[in-house]
């Protein structure tokens, strides 16, 4: 079975050679998708002039500058033609810090346990992160008449979510000290399904406002 090979029509193209070995053949169109790659680990050699004139598989074609052609580990090639040049730069961008999500699980569990009487007048916090045998409950409170409240902290609430409280929900309640505890589900979206099976198991669901519980300002229904 033969290697699949592909070409592209001369154009103008931006070409990007990545710190990590990569090499990616960028147009206009396609948003962030390349149109050719080649994955590191690979290596580029540059072949112009003579020393493309000296190698029998580099020959030049007619108005090119420049040859790239760039190896990977299996031996597959990507050779990329170079007629003109119109702007050549060079950037170390160091290390990278890597993607920050804005409103993650342990972000909401931040701002609810600084907000505590989100989940009700007169809540108070225990603490984050309370351990039991199967894993940290995400907030043990204490409502206004000092029963104790489990809350488990979703982006999106799922029944996964809510079988993982009914499990801390059961050990919480083998305590002495803590029973009878009961659970709030809390997410910024709950599923029908979850909501259903929470309800069922007696536990509240709480739709959370990421944006209220952060202090924005909400601008729905305004004009200006």
């Known amino acids: 079975m033969g290697r699949l090979t592909a070409h592209l029509p001369m154009a103008r193209r931006l070409l990007l050679i990545k710190a990590d070995g ?12 390349p149109l050719n790659w080649m994955s590191p680990p690979c290596w580029l050699e540059e072949r112009s002039g003579e020393v493309a004139a000296a190698r029998a598989d580099s020959a030049l074609p007619d108005g ?11 031996g597959e090639e990507l050779r990329i033609t170079i007629e003109d040049v119109e702007h050549d730069t060079s950037h170390e961008l160091g290390v990278d810090p890597g993607l920050v999500k804005d409103g993650v699980e342990a972000h909401l569990q931040e701002l609810l346990a600084e907000h505590v009487q989100t ?12 351990m039991t045998a199967i894993g940290p409950v995400d907030l043990l409170c204490r409502d206004a008449d000092g029963a104790t409240v489990a809350v488990e902290i979703k982006r999106r609430g799922e029944i996964d979510g809510v079988e993982q409280l009914t499990r801390y929900l059961e050990l919480l309640n083998r305590d002495p ?7 709030v589900f809390a997410a910024q979206q709950i ?4 909501r259903t099976l929470a309800e069922d198991r007696g536990i509240r669901c ?19």
């Open 64 to 74: 090119a500058k420049a040859l790239w052609v760039v190896t990977n580990k299996a």
């Open 177 to 183: 000290l803590l029973a009878p505890v009961a659970g």
């Open 22 to 33: 990569s090499v990616l053949v960028h147009s206009d169109g396609g948003s962030y998708k």
């Open 191 to 194: 599923k029908p399904q979850a």
């Open 206 to 224: 709480l739709v959370l406002d990421y944006n209220a519980l952060r202090g924005t300002e909400s601008s729905e229904f305004r004009l200006f």
């Open 119 to 130: 989940l009700g007048a007169g809540y108070t916090l225990i603490r984050r992160e309370y």
